[in-house]
């Protein structure tokens, strides 16, 4: 039982903050409802959670999608986790998700008539393989110049969206469509365990998530990525070298990132056009923040947000509530995760701090050398 | 004028800073506050200041009773505060930051700069030191920044002035100019409370003294009336002896040799200005030096966390110039870093895995998947061996090392470097901010390895140190070595001189 | 190859570059306006010590609500006043933001980097629902903009000072008063009380407040008048340049006036200069299309795809952030939350 005790004790403050974040989104909910046709309606909110619930957990098929909308989230989520603990904050997930969808596409298509054991895992490579190169520029941008990877991957998520449609259009659109995309992946795409939808990726995440857990604490990398994060400094002395440390985390990240693209195109999407959804970078750093950027952390956070996507789109049939509902909750999220001190307040609670110690380091870098930038 | 009664403040963890303190501050008098590092003296002058709300307690200005908020309180009231560690905004202009708070502007916003440099300039003269008034403080010698901040107090009217440890950062020379200023505001009428941890300068400049240990005043003297010895008694509450027993040296071969080195700091300018030094097996080499005469960025060059941008290193017969931090330490090459929270201690992490710091990668730490895999029983092993051998207080390995008191802290750090297989320790500021215990341990743990064989490279800013405990002293000023001694031959006026001038006779 | 080629194909650029000049200049400086605000928003708040990466939400929120006002509005006070009046609520959106950001960094002491991405995950967000839940069932669009102005072609006609005139006149009103913001920014920063307490407040807090500056205060000011500048970034997007609102139409700009304001080494006048170099190479992409190029440089440029024109300031900053960082020097206590140690 004091296990149960002690996840409590972490889980206390995400969990008052996800409900609180639920409150004032019915007060929301509330007040723009006087705006729509319908008019005021006291128990629109309640209307839209029931459905929200019902969509996410009310079947089988709900079920199902809460687990696939939740895998690339496990992935997405491990990235801006595993960056932030060497005190990264990859906010380009959405950049290297759709680099990473892209080359598995392309991958997928010209092996679609190989066997799946050849070409899914070639696929997947190739979006692993993209999703790193991605993370590894500003990785490397940081530790050898200190641009600072805020800035940086948030530009290059706009650079992978005009070039990748550039690429659509212009290299490998695939003929007999009415619009640019790739072609069909057939053979390639991961297998469906049951059901309609539920593929290998979901079993890879999961599995992922102990991988990455038993690096971060078994392990001289783990202990060197942790060590650069809390205190770059003691990491020079200690003899490690922040510079290859930083580059390294942040590819890492990129390949985490790129492999939630690769299940994302082989599990569910199939092909590549403009326009396709990359809402997993957002949703993936308001995952770390609520996971505390610990894997076990990650996997609950990224369930419970799979949740949401997977019941929103009910919500928003049945009750006209927008989905966009959901992107506010996850900011109030990781409003009061960040202003613990309001949910200390409202809930009278006195619970484990949640704040991730390595933000002081991805802020202590801000517009300037990370500390180990200077290293000989 | 000043009256401060049965203050008490206690900090969040329950440590009591202040315990019922009482002291009075007569108009023209300077009253010395003496105390060991933690002793109170700096929490007290911080609640005359503003700075920190007693728990307790009561302040008197002239007989009436005052409750002072915050620091613009204390400045209306006449209390002006040097602190220890500058208050100074390194980038902005000595008239900038005197005027800073108190601007002169013409109309509501407009900043009066010539009237500003014309105001500082006339005060700088009344107090008999000249200052530019618009260079800027980072390109000022500490001593012309202290004055800085004595100009920032008498500007705002100060009629009690606070020095917070005004000595600890000065060279003799200095610090005689510094009591001439002193002596001259008292003159002028000015109520001076002068904090010091030295027994020598207390003795010479103060009219009375009072002596706090552990947050209680356990006594108030005239100078006259008493000496160090008993000072140091009431100090630190035993009878201790002020010098450590060093013992003689026999140096062997030599181990450290540095050619022609040069260095840059953080902001590109070079600060190590070819430095050429020599430390043999079992001699102890103390660099005395003013804090900013290059002596950090050349102990990275030596330790490999800074590249030299000429000369070489050699240990023993080997060219390390290029050699990486652990590629050093797998050498014999041990390093107690001057601050142990930005180099020497991952805070959040345990007493065991910090003891692991500097070889979590070599076996028997590591092992299994090609030295992948951590090995966490032989780190617990070897921390429960050092927090025994070394009395670090702790509960147990696995509490964070930030949870721990600074003395044991740096206890911790000196534990994981004072290895068996050491051919060189290099020592920058080993006890800063200790207690005499700690320090005491630390000097008997020091000189110890230096009979065992082991090279020893000593800086600290404490020339006390210096002189206790090294065999050879080198002088540092600007970037270069200016003077070496022997340890006979090393009088604190001498060396004082040359940390202050870089020049033997002016 | 031809060995004429390279300087005969600088010659040609040159030429262009002349030729188009008329043209590039007003975009430049329309391109350049949301990020100079933006980058003045930064400055202010990080010459404080307050790092703030909200800057895109905060044009983004700011750019909604200023956009809702005049849609509003326009029908029952016409659309004059409802441009006006949107507007005004847009730089209102953006203090009060400036206030919910003061309030985490300064008061609550959060980790501002994360207080920022909240910001713009809020932001895309809400004006996401409102503008589902209201926009887009209206089936009406449009908010009015403000006209810029027109000089006369005899005035923008004289070689060179003509199209530089064009450039700071032809504009619409926010686009021409940014110059105006920018030197009084700088000259407030440099020769003023406030601006000294400003700068020793983001160099040493600690200092200040031992001289009894209200640190507190002072942060509060600069980041919500910053931030209702940014607001007045987000009310030129859609009342000034565009009249419309899409999703994410910010796209970006709040990330690139932070490295327009490192390249300014966060002063106001290097950052407006960030901002023009970043509003350049957009204006090229689109001054390219728009008037193409002859002979072998026409060929070069029409060579290179749309797409990758459209994504040359999103490059440019990575470059720009890769070659200046480390050569400029943040204020030191930029992001760290000052603490009143030991004071009830």
Redesign the interface.
């Known amino acids: 039982m004091t296990w149960l005790r002690h996840a409590w004790r972490v889980a206390t403050i995400p969990a008052y903050s996800i409900l609180l974040a639920f409150a004032i989104a019915a007060i929301l909910i509330l007040v723009s409802s006087v705006f729509t046709p319908t008019g005021f309606d006291p128990l629109l909110p309640i209307a839209a959670y029931l459905r929200l619930l019902i969509g996410a957990f009310g079947s089988t098929t709900g079920l199902t999608n809460t687990l696939v909308a939740a895998a690339p989230l496990m992935f997405g989520g491990l990235a801006v986790g595993i960056g932030l603990k060497a005190g990264l904050f990859n906010i380009g997930v959405a950049g290297q998700f759709l680099v990473g969808a892209f080359a598995s596409a392309v991958v997928g298509t010209s092996l679609a008539q190989a066997p799946t054991v050849v070409g899914m895992p070639a696929a997947m490579l190739a979006g692993a393989a993209a999703g790193a190169f991605f993370g590894f520029i500003p990785g490397y941008l940081k530790a050898r110049t200190g641009a600072h990877e805020v800035v940086t991957t948030i530009m290059l998520n706009n650079v992978a969206l005009l070039i990748l449609t550039w690429a659509v259009n212009d290299l490998v659109r695939a003929p007999g469509y009415s619009f640019p995309r790739t072609g069909e992946i057939g053979l390639a795409a991961l297998p469906v365990l049951a059901g309609r939808n539920l593929h290998l990726g979901i079993v890879l995440a999961v599995a992922t998530i102990f991988i990455v857990r038993w690096i971060l604490d078994r392990t001289t990398l783990g202990f060197e990525i942790k060590t650069v994060g809390l205190n770059p400094d003691a990491a020079r002395y200690a003899g490690m070298r922040p510079v290859f440390i930083t580059a390294l985390t942040m590819t890492l990240s990129g390949l985490l990132a790129g492999l939630a693209g690769a299940i994302q195109m082989l599990g569910v999407i199939g092909f590549y056009a403009p326009g396709i959804t990359a809402g997993v970078g957002f949703d993936s750093i308001a995952v770390a923040l609520l996971g505390r950027s610990d894997p076990i952390g990650i996997l609950f956070a990224a369930l419970l947000f799979g949740a949401f996507r997977a019941g929103a789109p009910l919500m928003q049939i049945e009750t006209s509530v927008p989905i966009e509902v959901i992107d506010i909750i996850q900011a109030l999220v990781i409003l009061f995760l960040a202003a613990d001190l309001i949910v200390r307040k409202v809930f009278r609670v006195r619970a484990e701090k949640v704040q991730i110690r390595e933000m002081a380091t991805v802020t202590g870098s801000w517009a300037g050398p990370a500390a180990g930038g200077k290293a000989p | 004028m000043l009256e401060m009664r049965a203050i008490t403040?206690r900090?969040p963890g329950g440590t009591l800073a202040n315990d019922g303190i009482e002291l009075d501050l007569r108009a023209g008098e300077i009253h010395a506050l003496l105390g060991e590092n933690g002793a109170g003296k700096t929490?007290l002058m911080?609640i005359l200041?503003?700075?920190?709300?007693p728990d307790e307690g009561e302040i008197r200005i002239d007989g009436r009773p005052v409750t002072i908020?915050?620091?613009?309180d204390a400045?209306a009231r006449g209390i002006g505060?040097v602190?220890q560690h500058?208050?100074?905004?390194?980038?902005?202009s000595v008239a900038?930051?005197v005027v800073?708070?108190?601007?002169v502007?013409r109309g509501?916003?407009?900043?009066d700069r010539a009237a500003a440099v014309r105001r500082i300039r006339d005060l700088a003269e009344r107090l008999g030191f000249p200052i530019d008034p618009t260079a800027r403080v980072d390109q000022l010698s500490v001593g012309q920044q202290q004055r800085v901040e004595i100009l920032?107090a008498i500007y705002?009217d100060a009629r009690i002035l606070v020095l917070d440890e005004p000595t600890a950062v000065l060279t003799p020379q200095e610090t005689r100019e510094i009591f001439t200023v002193l002596r001259r505001l008292r003159e002028a009428g000015t109520s001076i409370i002068f904090i010091s941890h030295k027994l020598d300068e207390v003795l010479e400049i103060a009219d009375r003294v009072t002596v706090i240990r552990r947050g209680r005043v356990v006594g108030s003297r005239r100078p006259a009336e008493t000496n160090e010895a008993e000072l140091a008694e009431l100090m630190v509450g035993r009878e201790v002896s002020l010098r450590v027993d060093r013992g003689s040296s026999h140096p062997g071969d030599v181990v450290l040799e540095a050619t022609g080195l040069r260095a840059s700091d953080?902001r590109r300018h070079e600060v190590v200005r070819g430095v050429d030094l020599v430390v043999r097996a079992g001699e102890i080499v103390g660099i005395a030096g003013v804090a900013g005469n290059g002596q950090e960025e050349l102990v990275e060059c030596l330790v490999?966390?800074?590249?030299p941008n000429a000369g070489s290193v050699r240990l023993g017969d080997r060219d390390i110039t290029?050699a990486?931090?652990?590629?050093r330490?797998d050498l014999g090459v041990a390093?107690v870093?001057a601050d142990r929270h930005?180099?020497?201690?991952?805070?959040?992490?345990s007493v065991r895995?910090n003891v692991v710091?500097?070889r979590?990668?070599e076996p028997p730490y590591?092992g299994g998947?090609g030295?992948?895999?951590?090995q966490e029983d032989a780190c617990e092993a070897d921390a429960t061996r050092l927090i025994a051998e070394f009395d670090v207080r702790t509960p147990s390995a696995a509490v964070a090392a930030g949870t721990l008191s600074g003395g044991n802290q740096q206890k911790l750090v000196v534990a994981r470097e004072f290895r068996h297989d050491l051919r060189l320790m290099v020592l920058d500021q080993p006890t800063r901010g200790l207690d005499v215990g700690s320090i005491e341990f630390i000097h008997k743990q020091v000189i110890a390895r230096r009979d065992a064989g082991v090279a020893v490279l000593l800086v600290s800013a404490e020339l006390d140190e210096i002189l206790d405990l090294s065999d050879r002293i080198l002088v540092m000023f600007r970037g270069r070595i200016v003077g070496s001694f022997a340890a006979s031959e090393a009088q604190r006026e001498k060396v004082g001189l040359l940390m202050a001038t870089g020049e033997a006779r002016t | 190859m031809d060995i004429l080629l390279i300087p005969r194909l600088v010659w040609e650029l040159l030429v262009y570059l002349l030729e188009v000049m008329p043209d590039l200049l007003p975009i430049i400086l329309a391109l350049a306006t949301p990020l100079a605000l933006g980058a003045l928003c930064g400055v202010l708040n990080e010459r404080s010590g307050v790092v703030n990466i909200g800057i895109e939400g905060i044009m983004l929120m700011a750019a909604f609500f200023g956009y809702l006002t005049g849609f509003a509005l326009h029908e029952n006070i016409g659309p004059g006043p409802a441009v006006v009046a949107g507007v005004v609520v847009a730089v209102a959106t953006g203090a009060l933001l400036g206030l919910l950001h003061a309030w985490l960094s300064v008061t609550v002491r959060a980790d501002q980097i994360i207080a920022g991405t909240m910001m713009n995950i809020a932001a895309l967000g809400v004006t996401g629902y409102l503008n589902r839940l209201i926009i887009t069932p209206s089936g009406k669009g449009g908010a009015g903009v403000m006209a810029p102005l027109q000089l006369s072609p005899e005035l923008t006609g004289f070689p060179v000072l003509g199209p530089i005139l064009a450039m700071f006149l032809n504009q619409g009103p926010i686009a021409m008063t940014v110059i105006v913001f920018v030197l009084v920014t700088q000259f407030a920063l440099f020769r003023t009380r406030w601006g000294l307490r400003t700068r020793a407040v983001g160099e040493h807090p600690r200092a200040a407040d031992t001289v009894g500056i209200d640190v507190f205060r002072q942060r509060y000011i600069n980041v919500v008048v910053g931030c209702a500048i940014a607001g007045l970034a987000g009310a030129y997007l859609t009342l000034e340049s565009t009249g419309a609102f899409q999703n994410g139409m910010t796209g970006g700009r709040g990330f690139i006036a932070l490295a327009a304001m490192i390249f300014g080494r966060w002063t106001p006048i290097g950052s407006f200069l960030g901002a023009l170099l970043f509003g350049t190479a957009t204006a090229f992409g689109v001054v390219v299309s728009v008037h193409p190029a002859e002979g072998d440089l026409g060929a070069l440029l029409k060579a290179i795809p749309t797409y990758w024109y459209a994504a040359l300031p999103y490059l440019i900053t990575i470059v720009i952030l890769a070659g200046v960082v480390g050569r400029s020097r943040p204020p030191a206590a930029d992001g760290v939350p000052y603490a009143k140690e030991g004071r009830a």
Request: charged share 20%; aromatic share 12%.
């Open positions: 403040k900090f929490t911080n200041y503003g700075l920190v709300t908020h915050d620091p613009a400045i505060m602190h500058f208050m100074l905004v390194p980038v902005l900038e930051n800073l708070g108190q601007e502007t509501p916003q407009l900043l920032k705002r953080d490999g966390l800074r590249r290029s990486s931090v652990d590629g330490r390093f870093p930005r180099f020497g201690l991952v805070l959040p992490y895995d710091l500097t979590y990668a590591a998947l030295g992948f895999m951590r």
